[in-house]
């Protein structure tokens, strides 16, 4: 991942609530955001109509664009369209591919950049970070945040339960990303930003400690919060340390070994517990297994429909994966035999936490 703007800024408005699609004309409203009423709508494919016909008397005249596929491609694409106009912002409806494709877009030409969040799968919502495909694989472009992030729980409750927990993956992962980086500051003097690791380790710490359910309204607003902070403190420390360690990195391993096995915020989620484990923090590992079990994550490699021989192999690939970052991983080097034995002591302490 390329190094990413520092910036202290943050979104001119935050909301998580339900109708908020529906009322979008109202944040429009805002001169900071739009001065004249010049705004180009960004939806996906699927939900895209029902989207627009349901926030269309709020959004007046302005102009709305269908992308599809998440890719570099599109994004171009779209970016030629935006530059026949001067648009006052660019206003981003859906999921994570719309939402990196509009930011893409938005930020090749300079045009400020709207969140409305129908889903809740990951931490795009408000990062400096578009995740594209490009030429066969899946890369990671610095952009602009968002000038302002909408949530809409109408939606998020409506879409897949699969979504919603891997968001919640992706958000408690911060915590094992935040301590793999404070470990870098300790053993090799890395710079570590303590506002980046306090508002990243505070939403995760606020998601693994809320006793609420997937179908909750305040469960769903503290995962939207804890991920727009995620996003955040990646945008004011200026790379995605503080949400991005040996979690991430196991996570990346799975992508390239074993395509298609889960999602990101899933397997990030695993990452982050296995890692949590190698730590020896044994009472983090235990509120973390038990949050992941709770709603429904996996946390054995079975769960994810690998076999214990395959994530061995993940985990003993995952640093290739990132060789710039300093991680549990890197910190201990086990190799593949100490991997298997150690994997097996993690079994046995689930055993433990989850009966």
């Known amino acids: 991942m390329p190094l990413l ?25 805002d001169r900071r955001i739009s001065s004249g009423g010049d705004v180009a709508v960004v939806v996906g494919p699927g ?28 994004a171009n694409q779209l970016g030629d369209q935006l530059r026949r106009r001067n648009y006052d912002a660019v206003v981003g409806i859906g999921g994570g591919k719309t939402i990196d494709t ?9 045009i400020p950049m709207v969140t409305v969040a129908t889903s809740l799968a990951n931490d795009g919502i408000a990062s400096p970070v578009a995740s594209l495909t490009h030429e066969g694989g899946k890369g990671s472009y610095g952009v602009h945040i968002p000038i302002a992030v909408l949530v809409d729980l109408d939606f998020v409750e409506n879409g897949p339960d699969r979504q919603t927990q891997a968001g919640i993956g992706d958000a408690v992962s911060n915590l094992s990303a935040c301590a793999d980086w404070e470990l870098a500051h300790e053993v090799r003097g890395e710079p570590i930003d303590g506002l980046a690791v306090t508002l990243a380790r505070t939403g995760a710490e606020a998601l693994v400690n809320h006793p609420g359910k997937i179908t909750d309204d305040g469960f769903l607003t503290t995962l939207a919060e804890a991920l727009i902070l995620g996003g955040i403190s990646m945008s004011i420390c200026g790379s995605s340390r503080p949400a991005s360690g040996g979690d991430h990195e196991i996570s990346h391993a799975i992508d390239h070994l074993f395509p298609s096995t889960a999602s990101h915020g899933e ?13 020896g923090d044994l009472e ?72």
Not at 102 to 110: D, E, F, H, I, S
Not at 267 to 278: E, I, K, R, S
Not at 296 to 309: F, H, K, V, Y
């Open 102 to 110: 509009a930011k893409y877009a938005a930020t090749r030409y300079g």
């Open 47 to 74: 939900q895209g109509e029902k989207i627009v016909d349901l926030c269309r008397p709020s959004l007046g005249s302005a102009d709305v664009f269908t992308v599809a596929g998440g890719s570099v491609d599109s």
């Open 5 to 29: 703007a520092r910036t202290v800024a943050t979104p001119l408005s935050i909301e998580v609530r339900r109708g908020a699609v529906a009322d979008l004309g109202s944040l429009l409203a």
């Open 267 to 279: 397997q990030a989620g695993l990452g982050a517990l296995f890692c949590t484990f190698l730590r």
């Open 284 to 355: 983090r590992f235990g509120q973390l297994a038990r949050c992941l079990h709770r709603h429904g994550l996996s946390t054995r490699p079975a769960d994810l429909g690998l076999t214990d021989e395959q994530f061995v192999e993940a985990v003993a690939f995952a640093p290739r994966t990132r060789p710039d970052r300093y991680t549990i991983l890197e910190h201990q080097a086990l190799s593949a035999d100490d991997l298997r034995t150690r994997l097996g002591d993690y079994v046995d302490a689930l055993r433990e936490h989850l009966g």
